[in-house]
């Protein structure tokens, strides 16, 4: 019986102990919680900022939506002395007109600071092509496909939908245009050639640009700017990029045109990854759906 005692005695204790721990998690779960934020948010990158950091990576992938996140690592880089130069890594079917041009004119500036070297990841396609075309070199995957240099405006039209579930539209306004790329119904000519026209005029620009940045002859547009889509090798016969090769061969480029002795790259704040990573794709989501003008 004493022994049976004792035992019952052991279990009680052990029951006790991860009731107590139990407990303690309990009721300072949230704290612990708060506490690793708190770690993550500041002592991490504090840890990732101390060293010498010469060389830094600036990703750009997704649809870009907006420009906001991007610009400010590009101007990091840009206000930073220790960076010497950036390596800009893109997956990405491109976006929307201005922040593409926002992170082409911010990547211009920072060339003629720092080195830049682009590296085509995946896809490296109209908007995002825009974005990197100013990049001092480009590198490129074999397997990954470049160009589609080109301006795309589409809406749905929800007339015939609208009229068949009873739904009409009511409209006030003044000028001819401002009803121009309304989902509700079929544009009218007018309207059609008005779109058309800013498409065209996007699409100069573009065109101008890229034929600027890589050397090209803006009068031979078929061979480079017809939104076709290019694999790296013909890529590279086109004139779009400069090398096809591995993101290591990227490195080594920005490695020799930054002139740094011994490379040590900024390591990436996890937290503000994540934060990053969540943001993008909401902000596809949304955009999925509305019409814009778009690089894709």
């Known amino acids: ?9 052991k279990s009680i204790n052990i029951f006790a102990i991860i009731k107590s721990i139990l407990g303690f998690i309990q009721n300072y779960f949230k704290a612990l919680i708060f506490l690793l934020i708190l770690y993550i948010i500041f002592i991490v990158p504090l ?3 101390s060293n010498d ?9 997704g649809a870009i939506v907006d420009s906001d996140d991007i610009l400010k690592s590009i101007n990091f880089a840009y206000n930073n002395e220790n ?14 007109v201005s922040p593409s041009l926002e992170i082409s004119m911010a990547i211009k500036r920072l060339k003629d600071k720092k080195p830049v070297v682009a590296y085509a990841a995946g896809t490296m396609a109209s908007g995002s092509y825009y974005a990197s075309a100013h990049a001092n070199y480009i590198v490129a995957n074999p397997g990954s496909v470049v160009g589609s240099i080109g301006v795309i405006m589409q809406a749905p039209n929800i007339e015939e939908l609208a009229k068949k579930i009873g739904i009409s539209e009511q409209v006030i306004s003044a000028g001819d245009y401002k009803e121009a790329g309304t989902f ?39 061979d480079f700017a017809n939104a076709k889509v290019f694999i790296a090798s013909k890529a590279q016969k086109a004139g779009l990029i400069d090398e096809v090769g591995s993101i290591i061969d990227a490195q080594n480029v920005l490695v020799k045109l930054s002139g740094v002795l011994e490379p040590v790259w900024k390591e990436p704040d996890l937290f503000d990854k994540l934060a990053k990573k969540l943001a993008i794709q909401t902000k596809e989501q949304l955009s999925s759906l509305f019409y814009d003008i778009k690089m894709y």
């Open 53 to 61: 950091s010469n060389l830094m990576k600036i990703n750009l992938k």
């Open 47 to 49: 840890q990732q900022t």
């Open 184 to 222: 509700m119904r079929k544009w009218t000519k007018k309207e059609r050639d008005s779109l058309q026209e800013l498409v065209d005029d996007i699409y100069k620009l573009f065109v101008d640009d890229i034929a600027e940045a890589r050397g090209l002859d803006r009068n031979n547009t078929n």
């Open 1 to 9: 019986m004493s022994e049976s005692n004792e035992t019952v005695k």
């Open 83 to 96: 960076i010497k130069g950036v390596l800009l890594v893109v997956d990405s079917p491109g976006g929307s």
